[in-house]
């Protein structure tokens, strides 16, 4: 049984999804509070780093809750599945779960590609009286 078999989701900074039910998933396949922490990091770590439910071994090995039988758990109860060079965080591309490392940086270049739409636009309607820096501060 492995994470987001769940709809309700929760989501944390830095903006990423954690299916609900995880920790109660983890406790039914008899995770310990380290082992829980294990699992809430690889999620975390994912999205900070935008890996896409990458990690490799030795960035799990650099959380502070990791251990052996910690990783094993997770592996042999589905919240991970081994990779070519780590490991894949089950679920955490599932669905509308959470955005992929592209997604995130088409939304984010569309937004600049906005925001300066906009500007160019407000310097054109006010004859940009304030300069290219934009401070107000020399108006008197």
């Known amino acids: 049984m492995g994470a987001g078999t769940g709809t309700s989701v929760t989501r944390t900074p830095p903006w990423h999804a954690v ?3 995880l920790f109660l998933e983890l406790v039914r396949a008899g995770a310990d509070a380290g ?3 294990l699992a809430f990091q ?5 999205a900070t780093h935008r890996t896409d439910g990458l990690l490799t ?3 799990v090995r650099q959380f502070y809750s990791w251990n052996k039988r910690r990783e094993a758990l997770l592996v042999d109860k589905g919240f991970w599945r081994r990779g070519q060079d780590g490991f894949v965080v089950v679920g955490y591309l599932d669905g509308d779960l959470n955005h992929t490392k592209a997604e995130i940086e088409a939304r ?3 937004a600049r ?3 300066s739409t906009y500007v160019s636009r407000q310097k054109a309607k006010n004859g940009d009286k304030h300069g290219s820096s934009g401070d107000a501060s020399n108006d008197v």
């Open 42 to 46: 690889a999620w975390s770590y994912t």
């Open 113 to 115: 590609l906005r925001q």
């Open 57 to 59: 071994s030795a960035e």
């Open 108 to 110: 984010a270049e569309k």
């Open 19 to 21: 299916p609900n039910d």
């Open 35 to 37: 082992c829980r922490d």
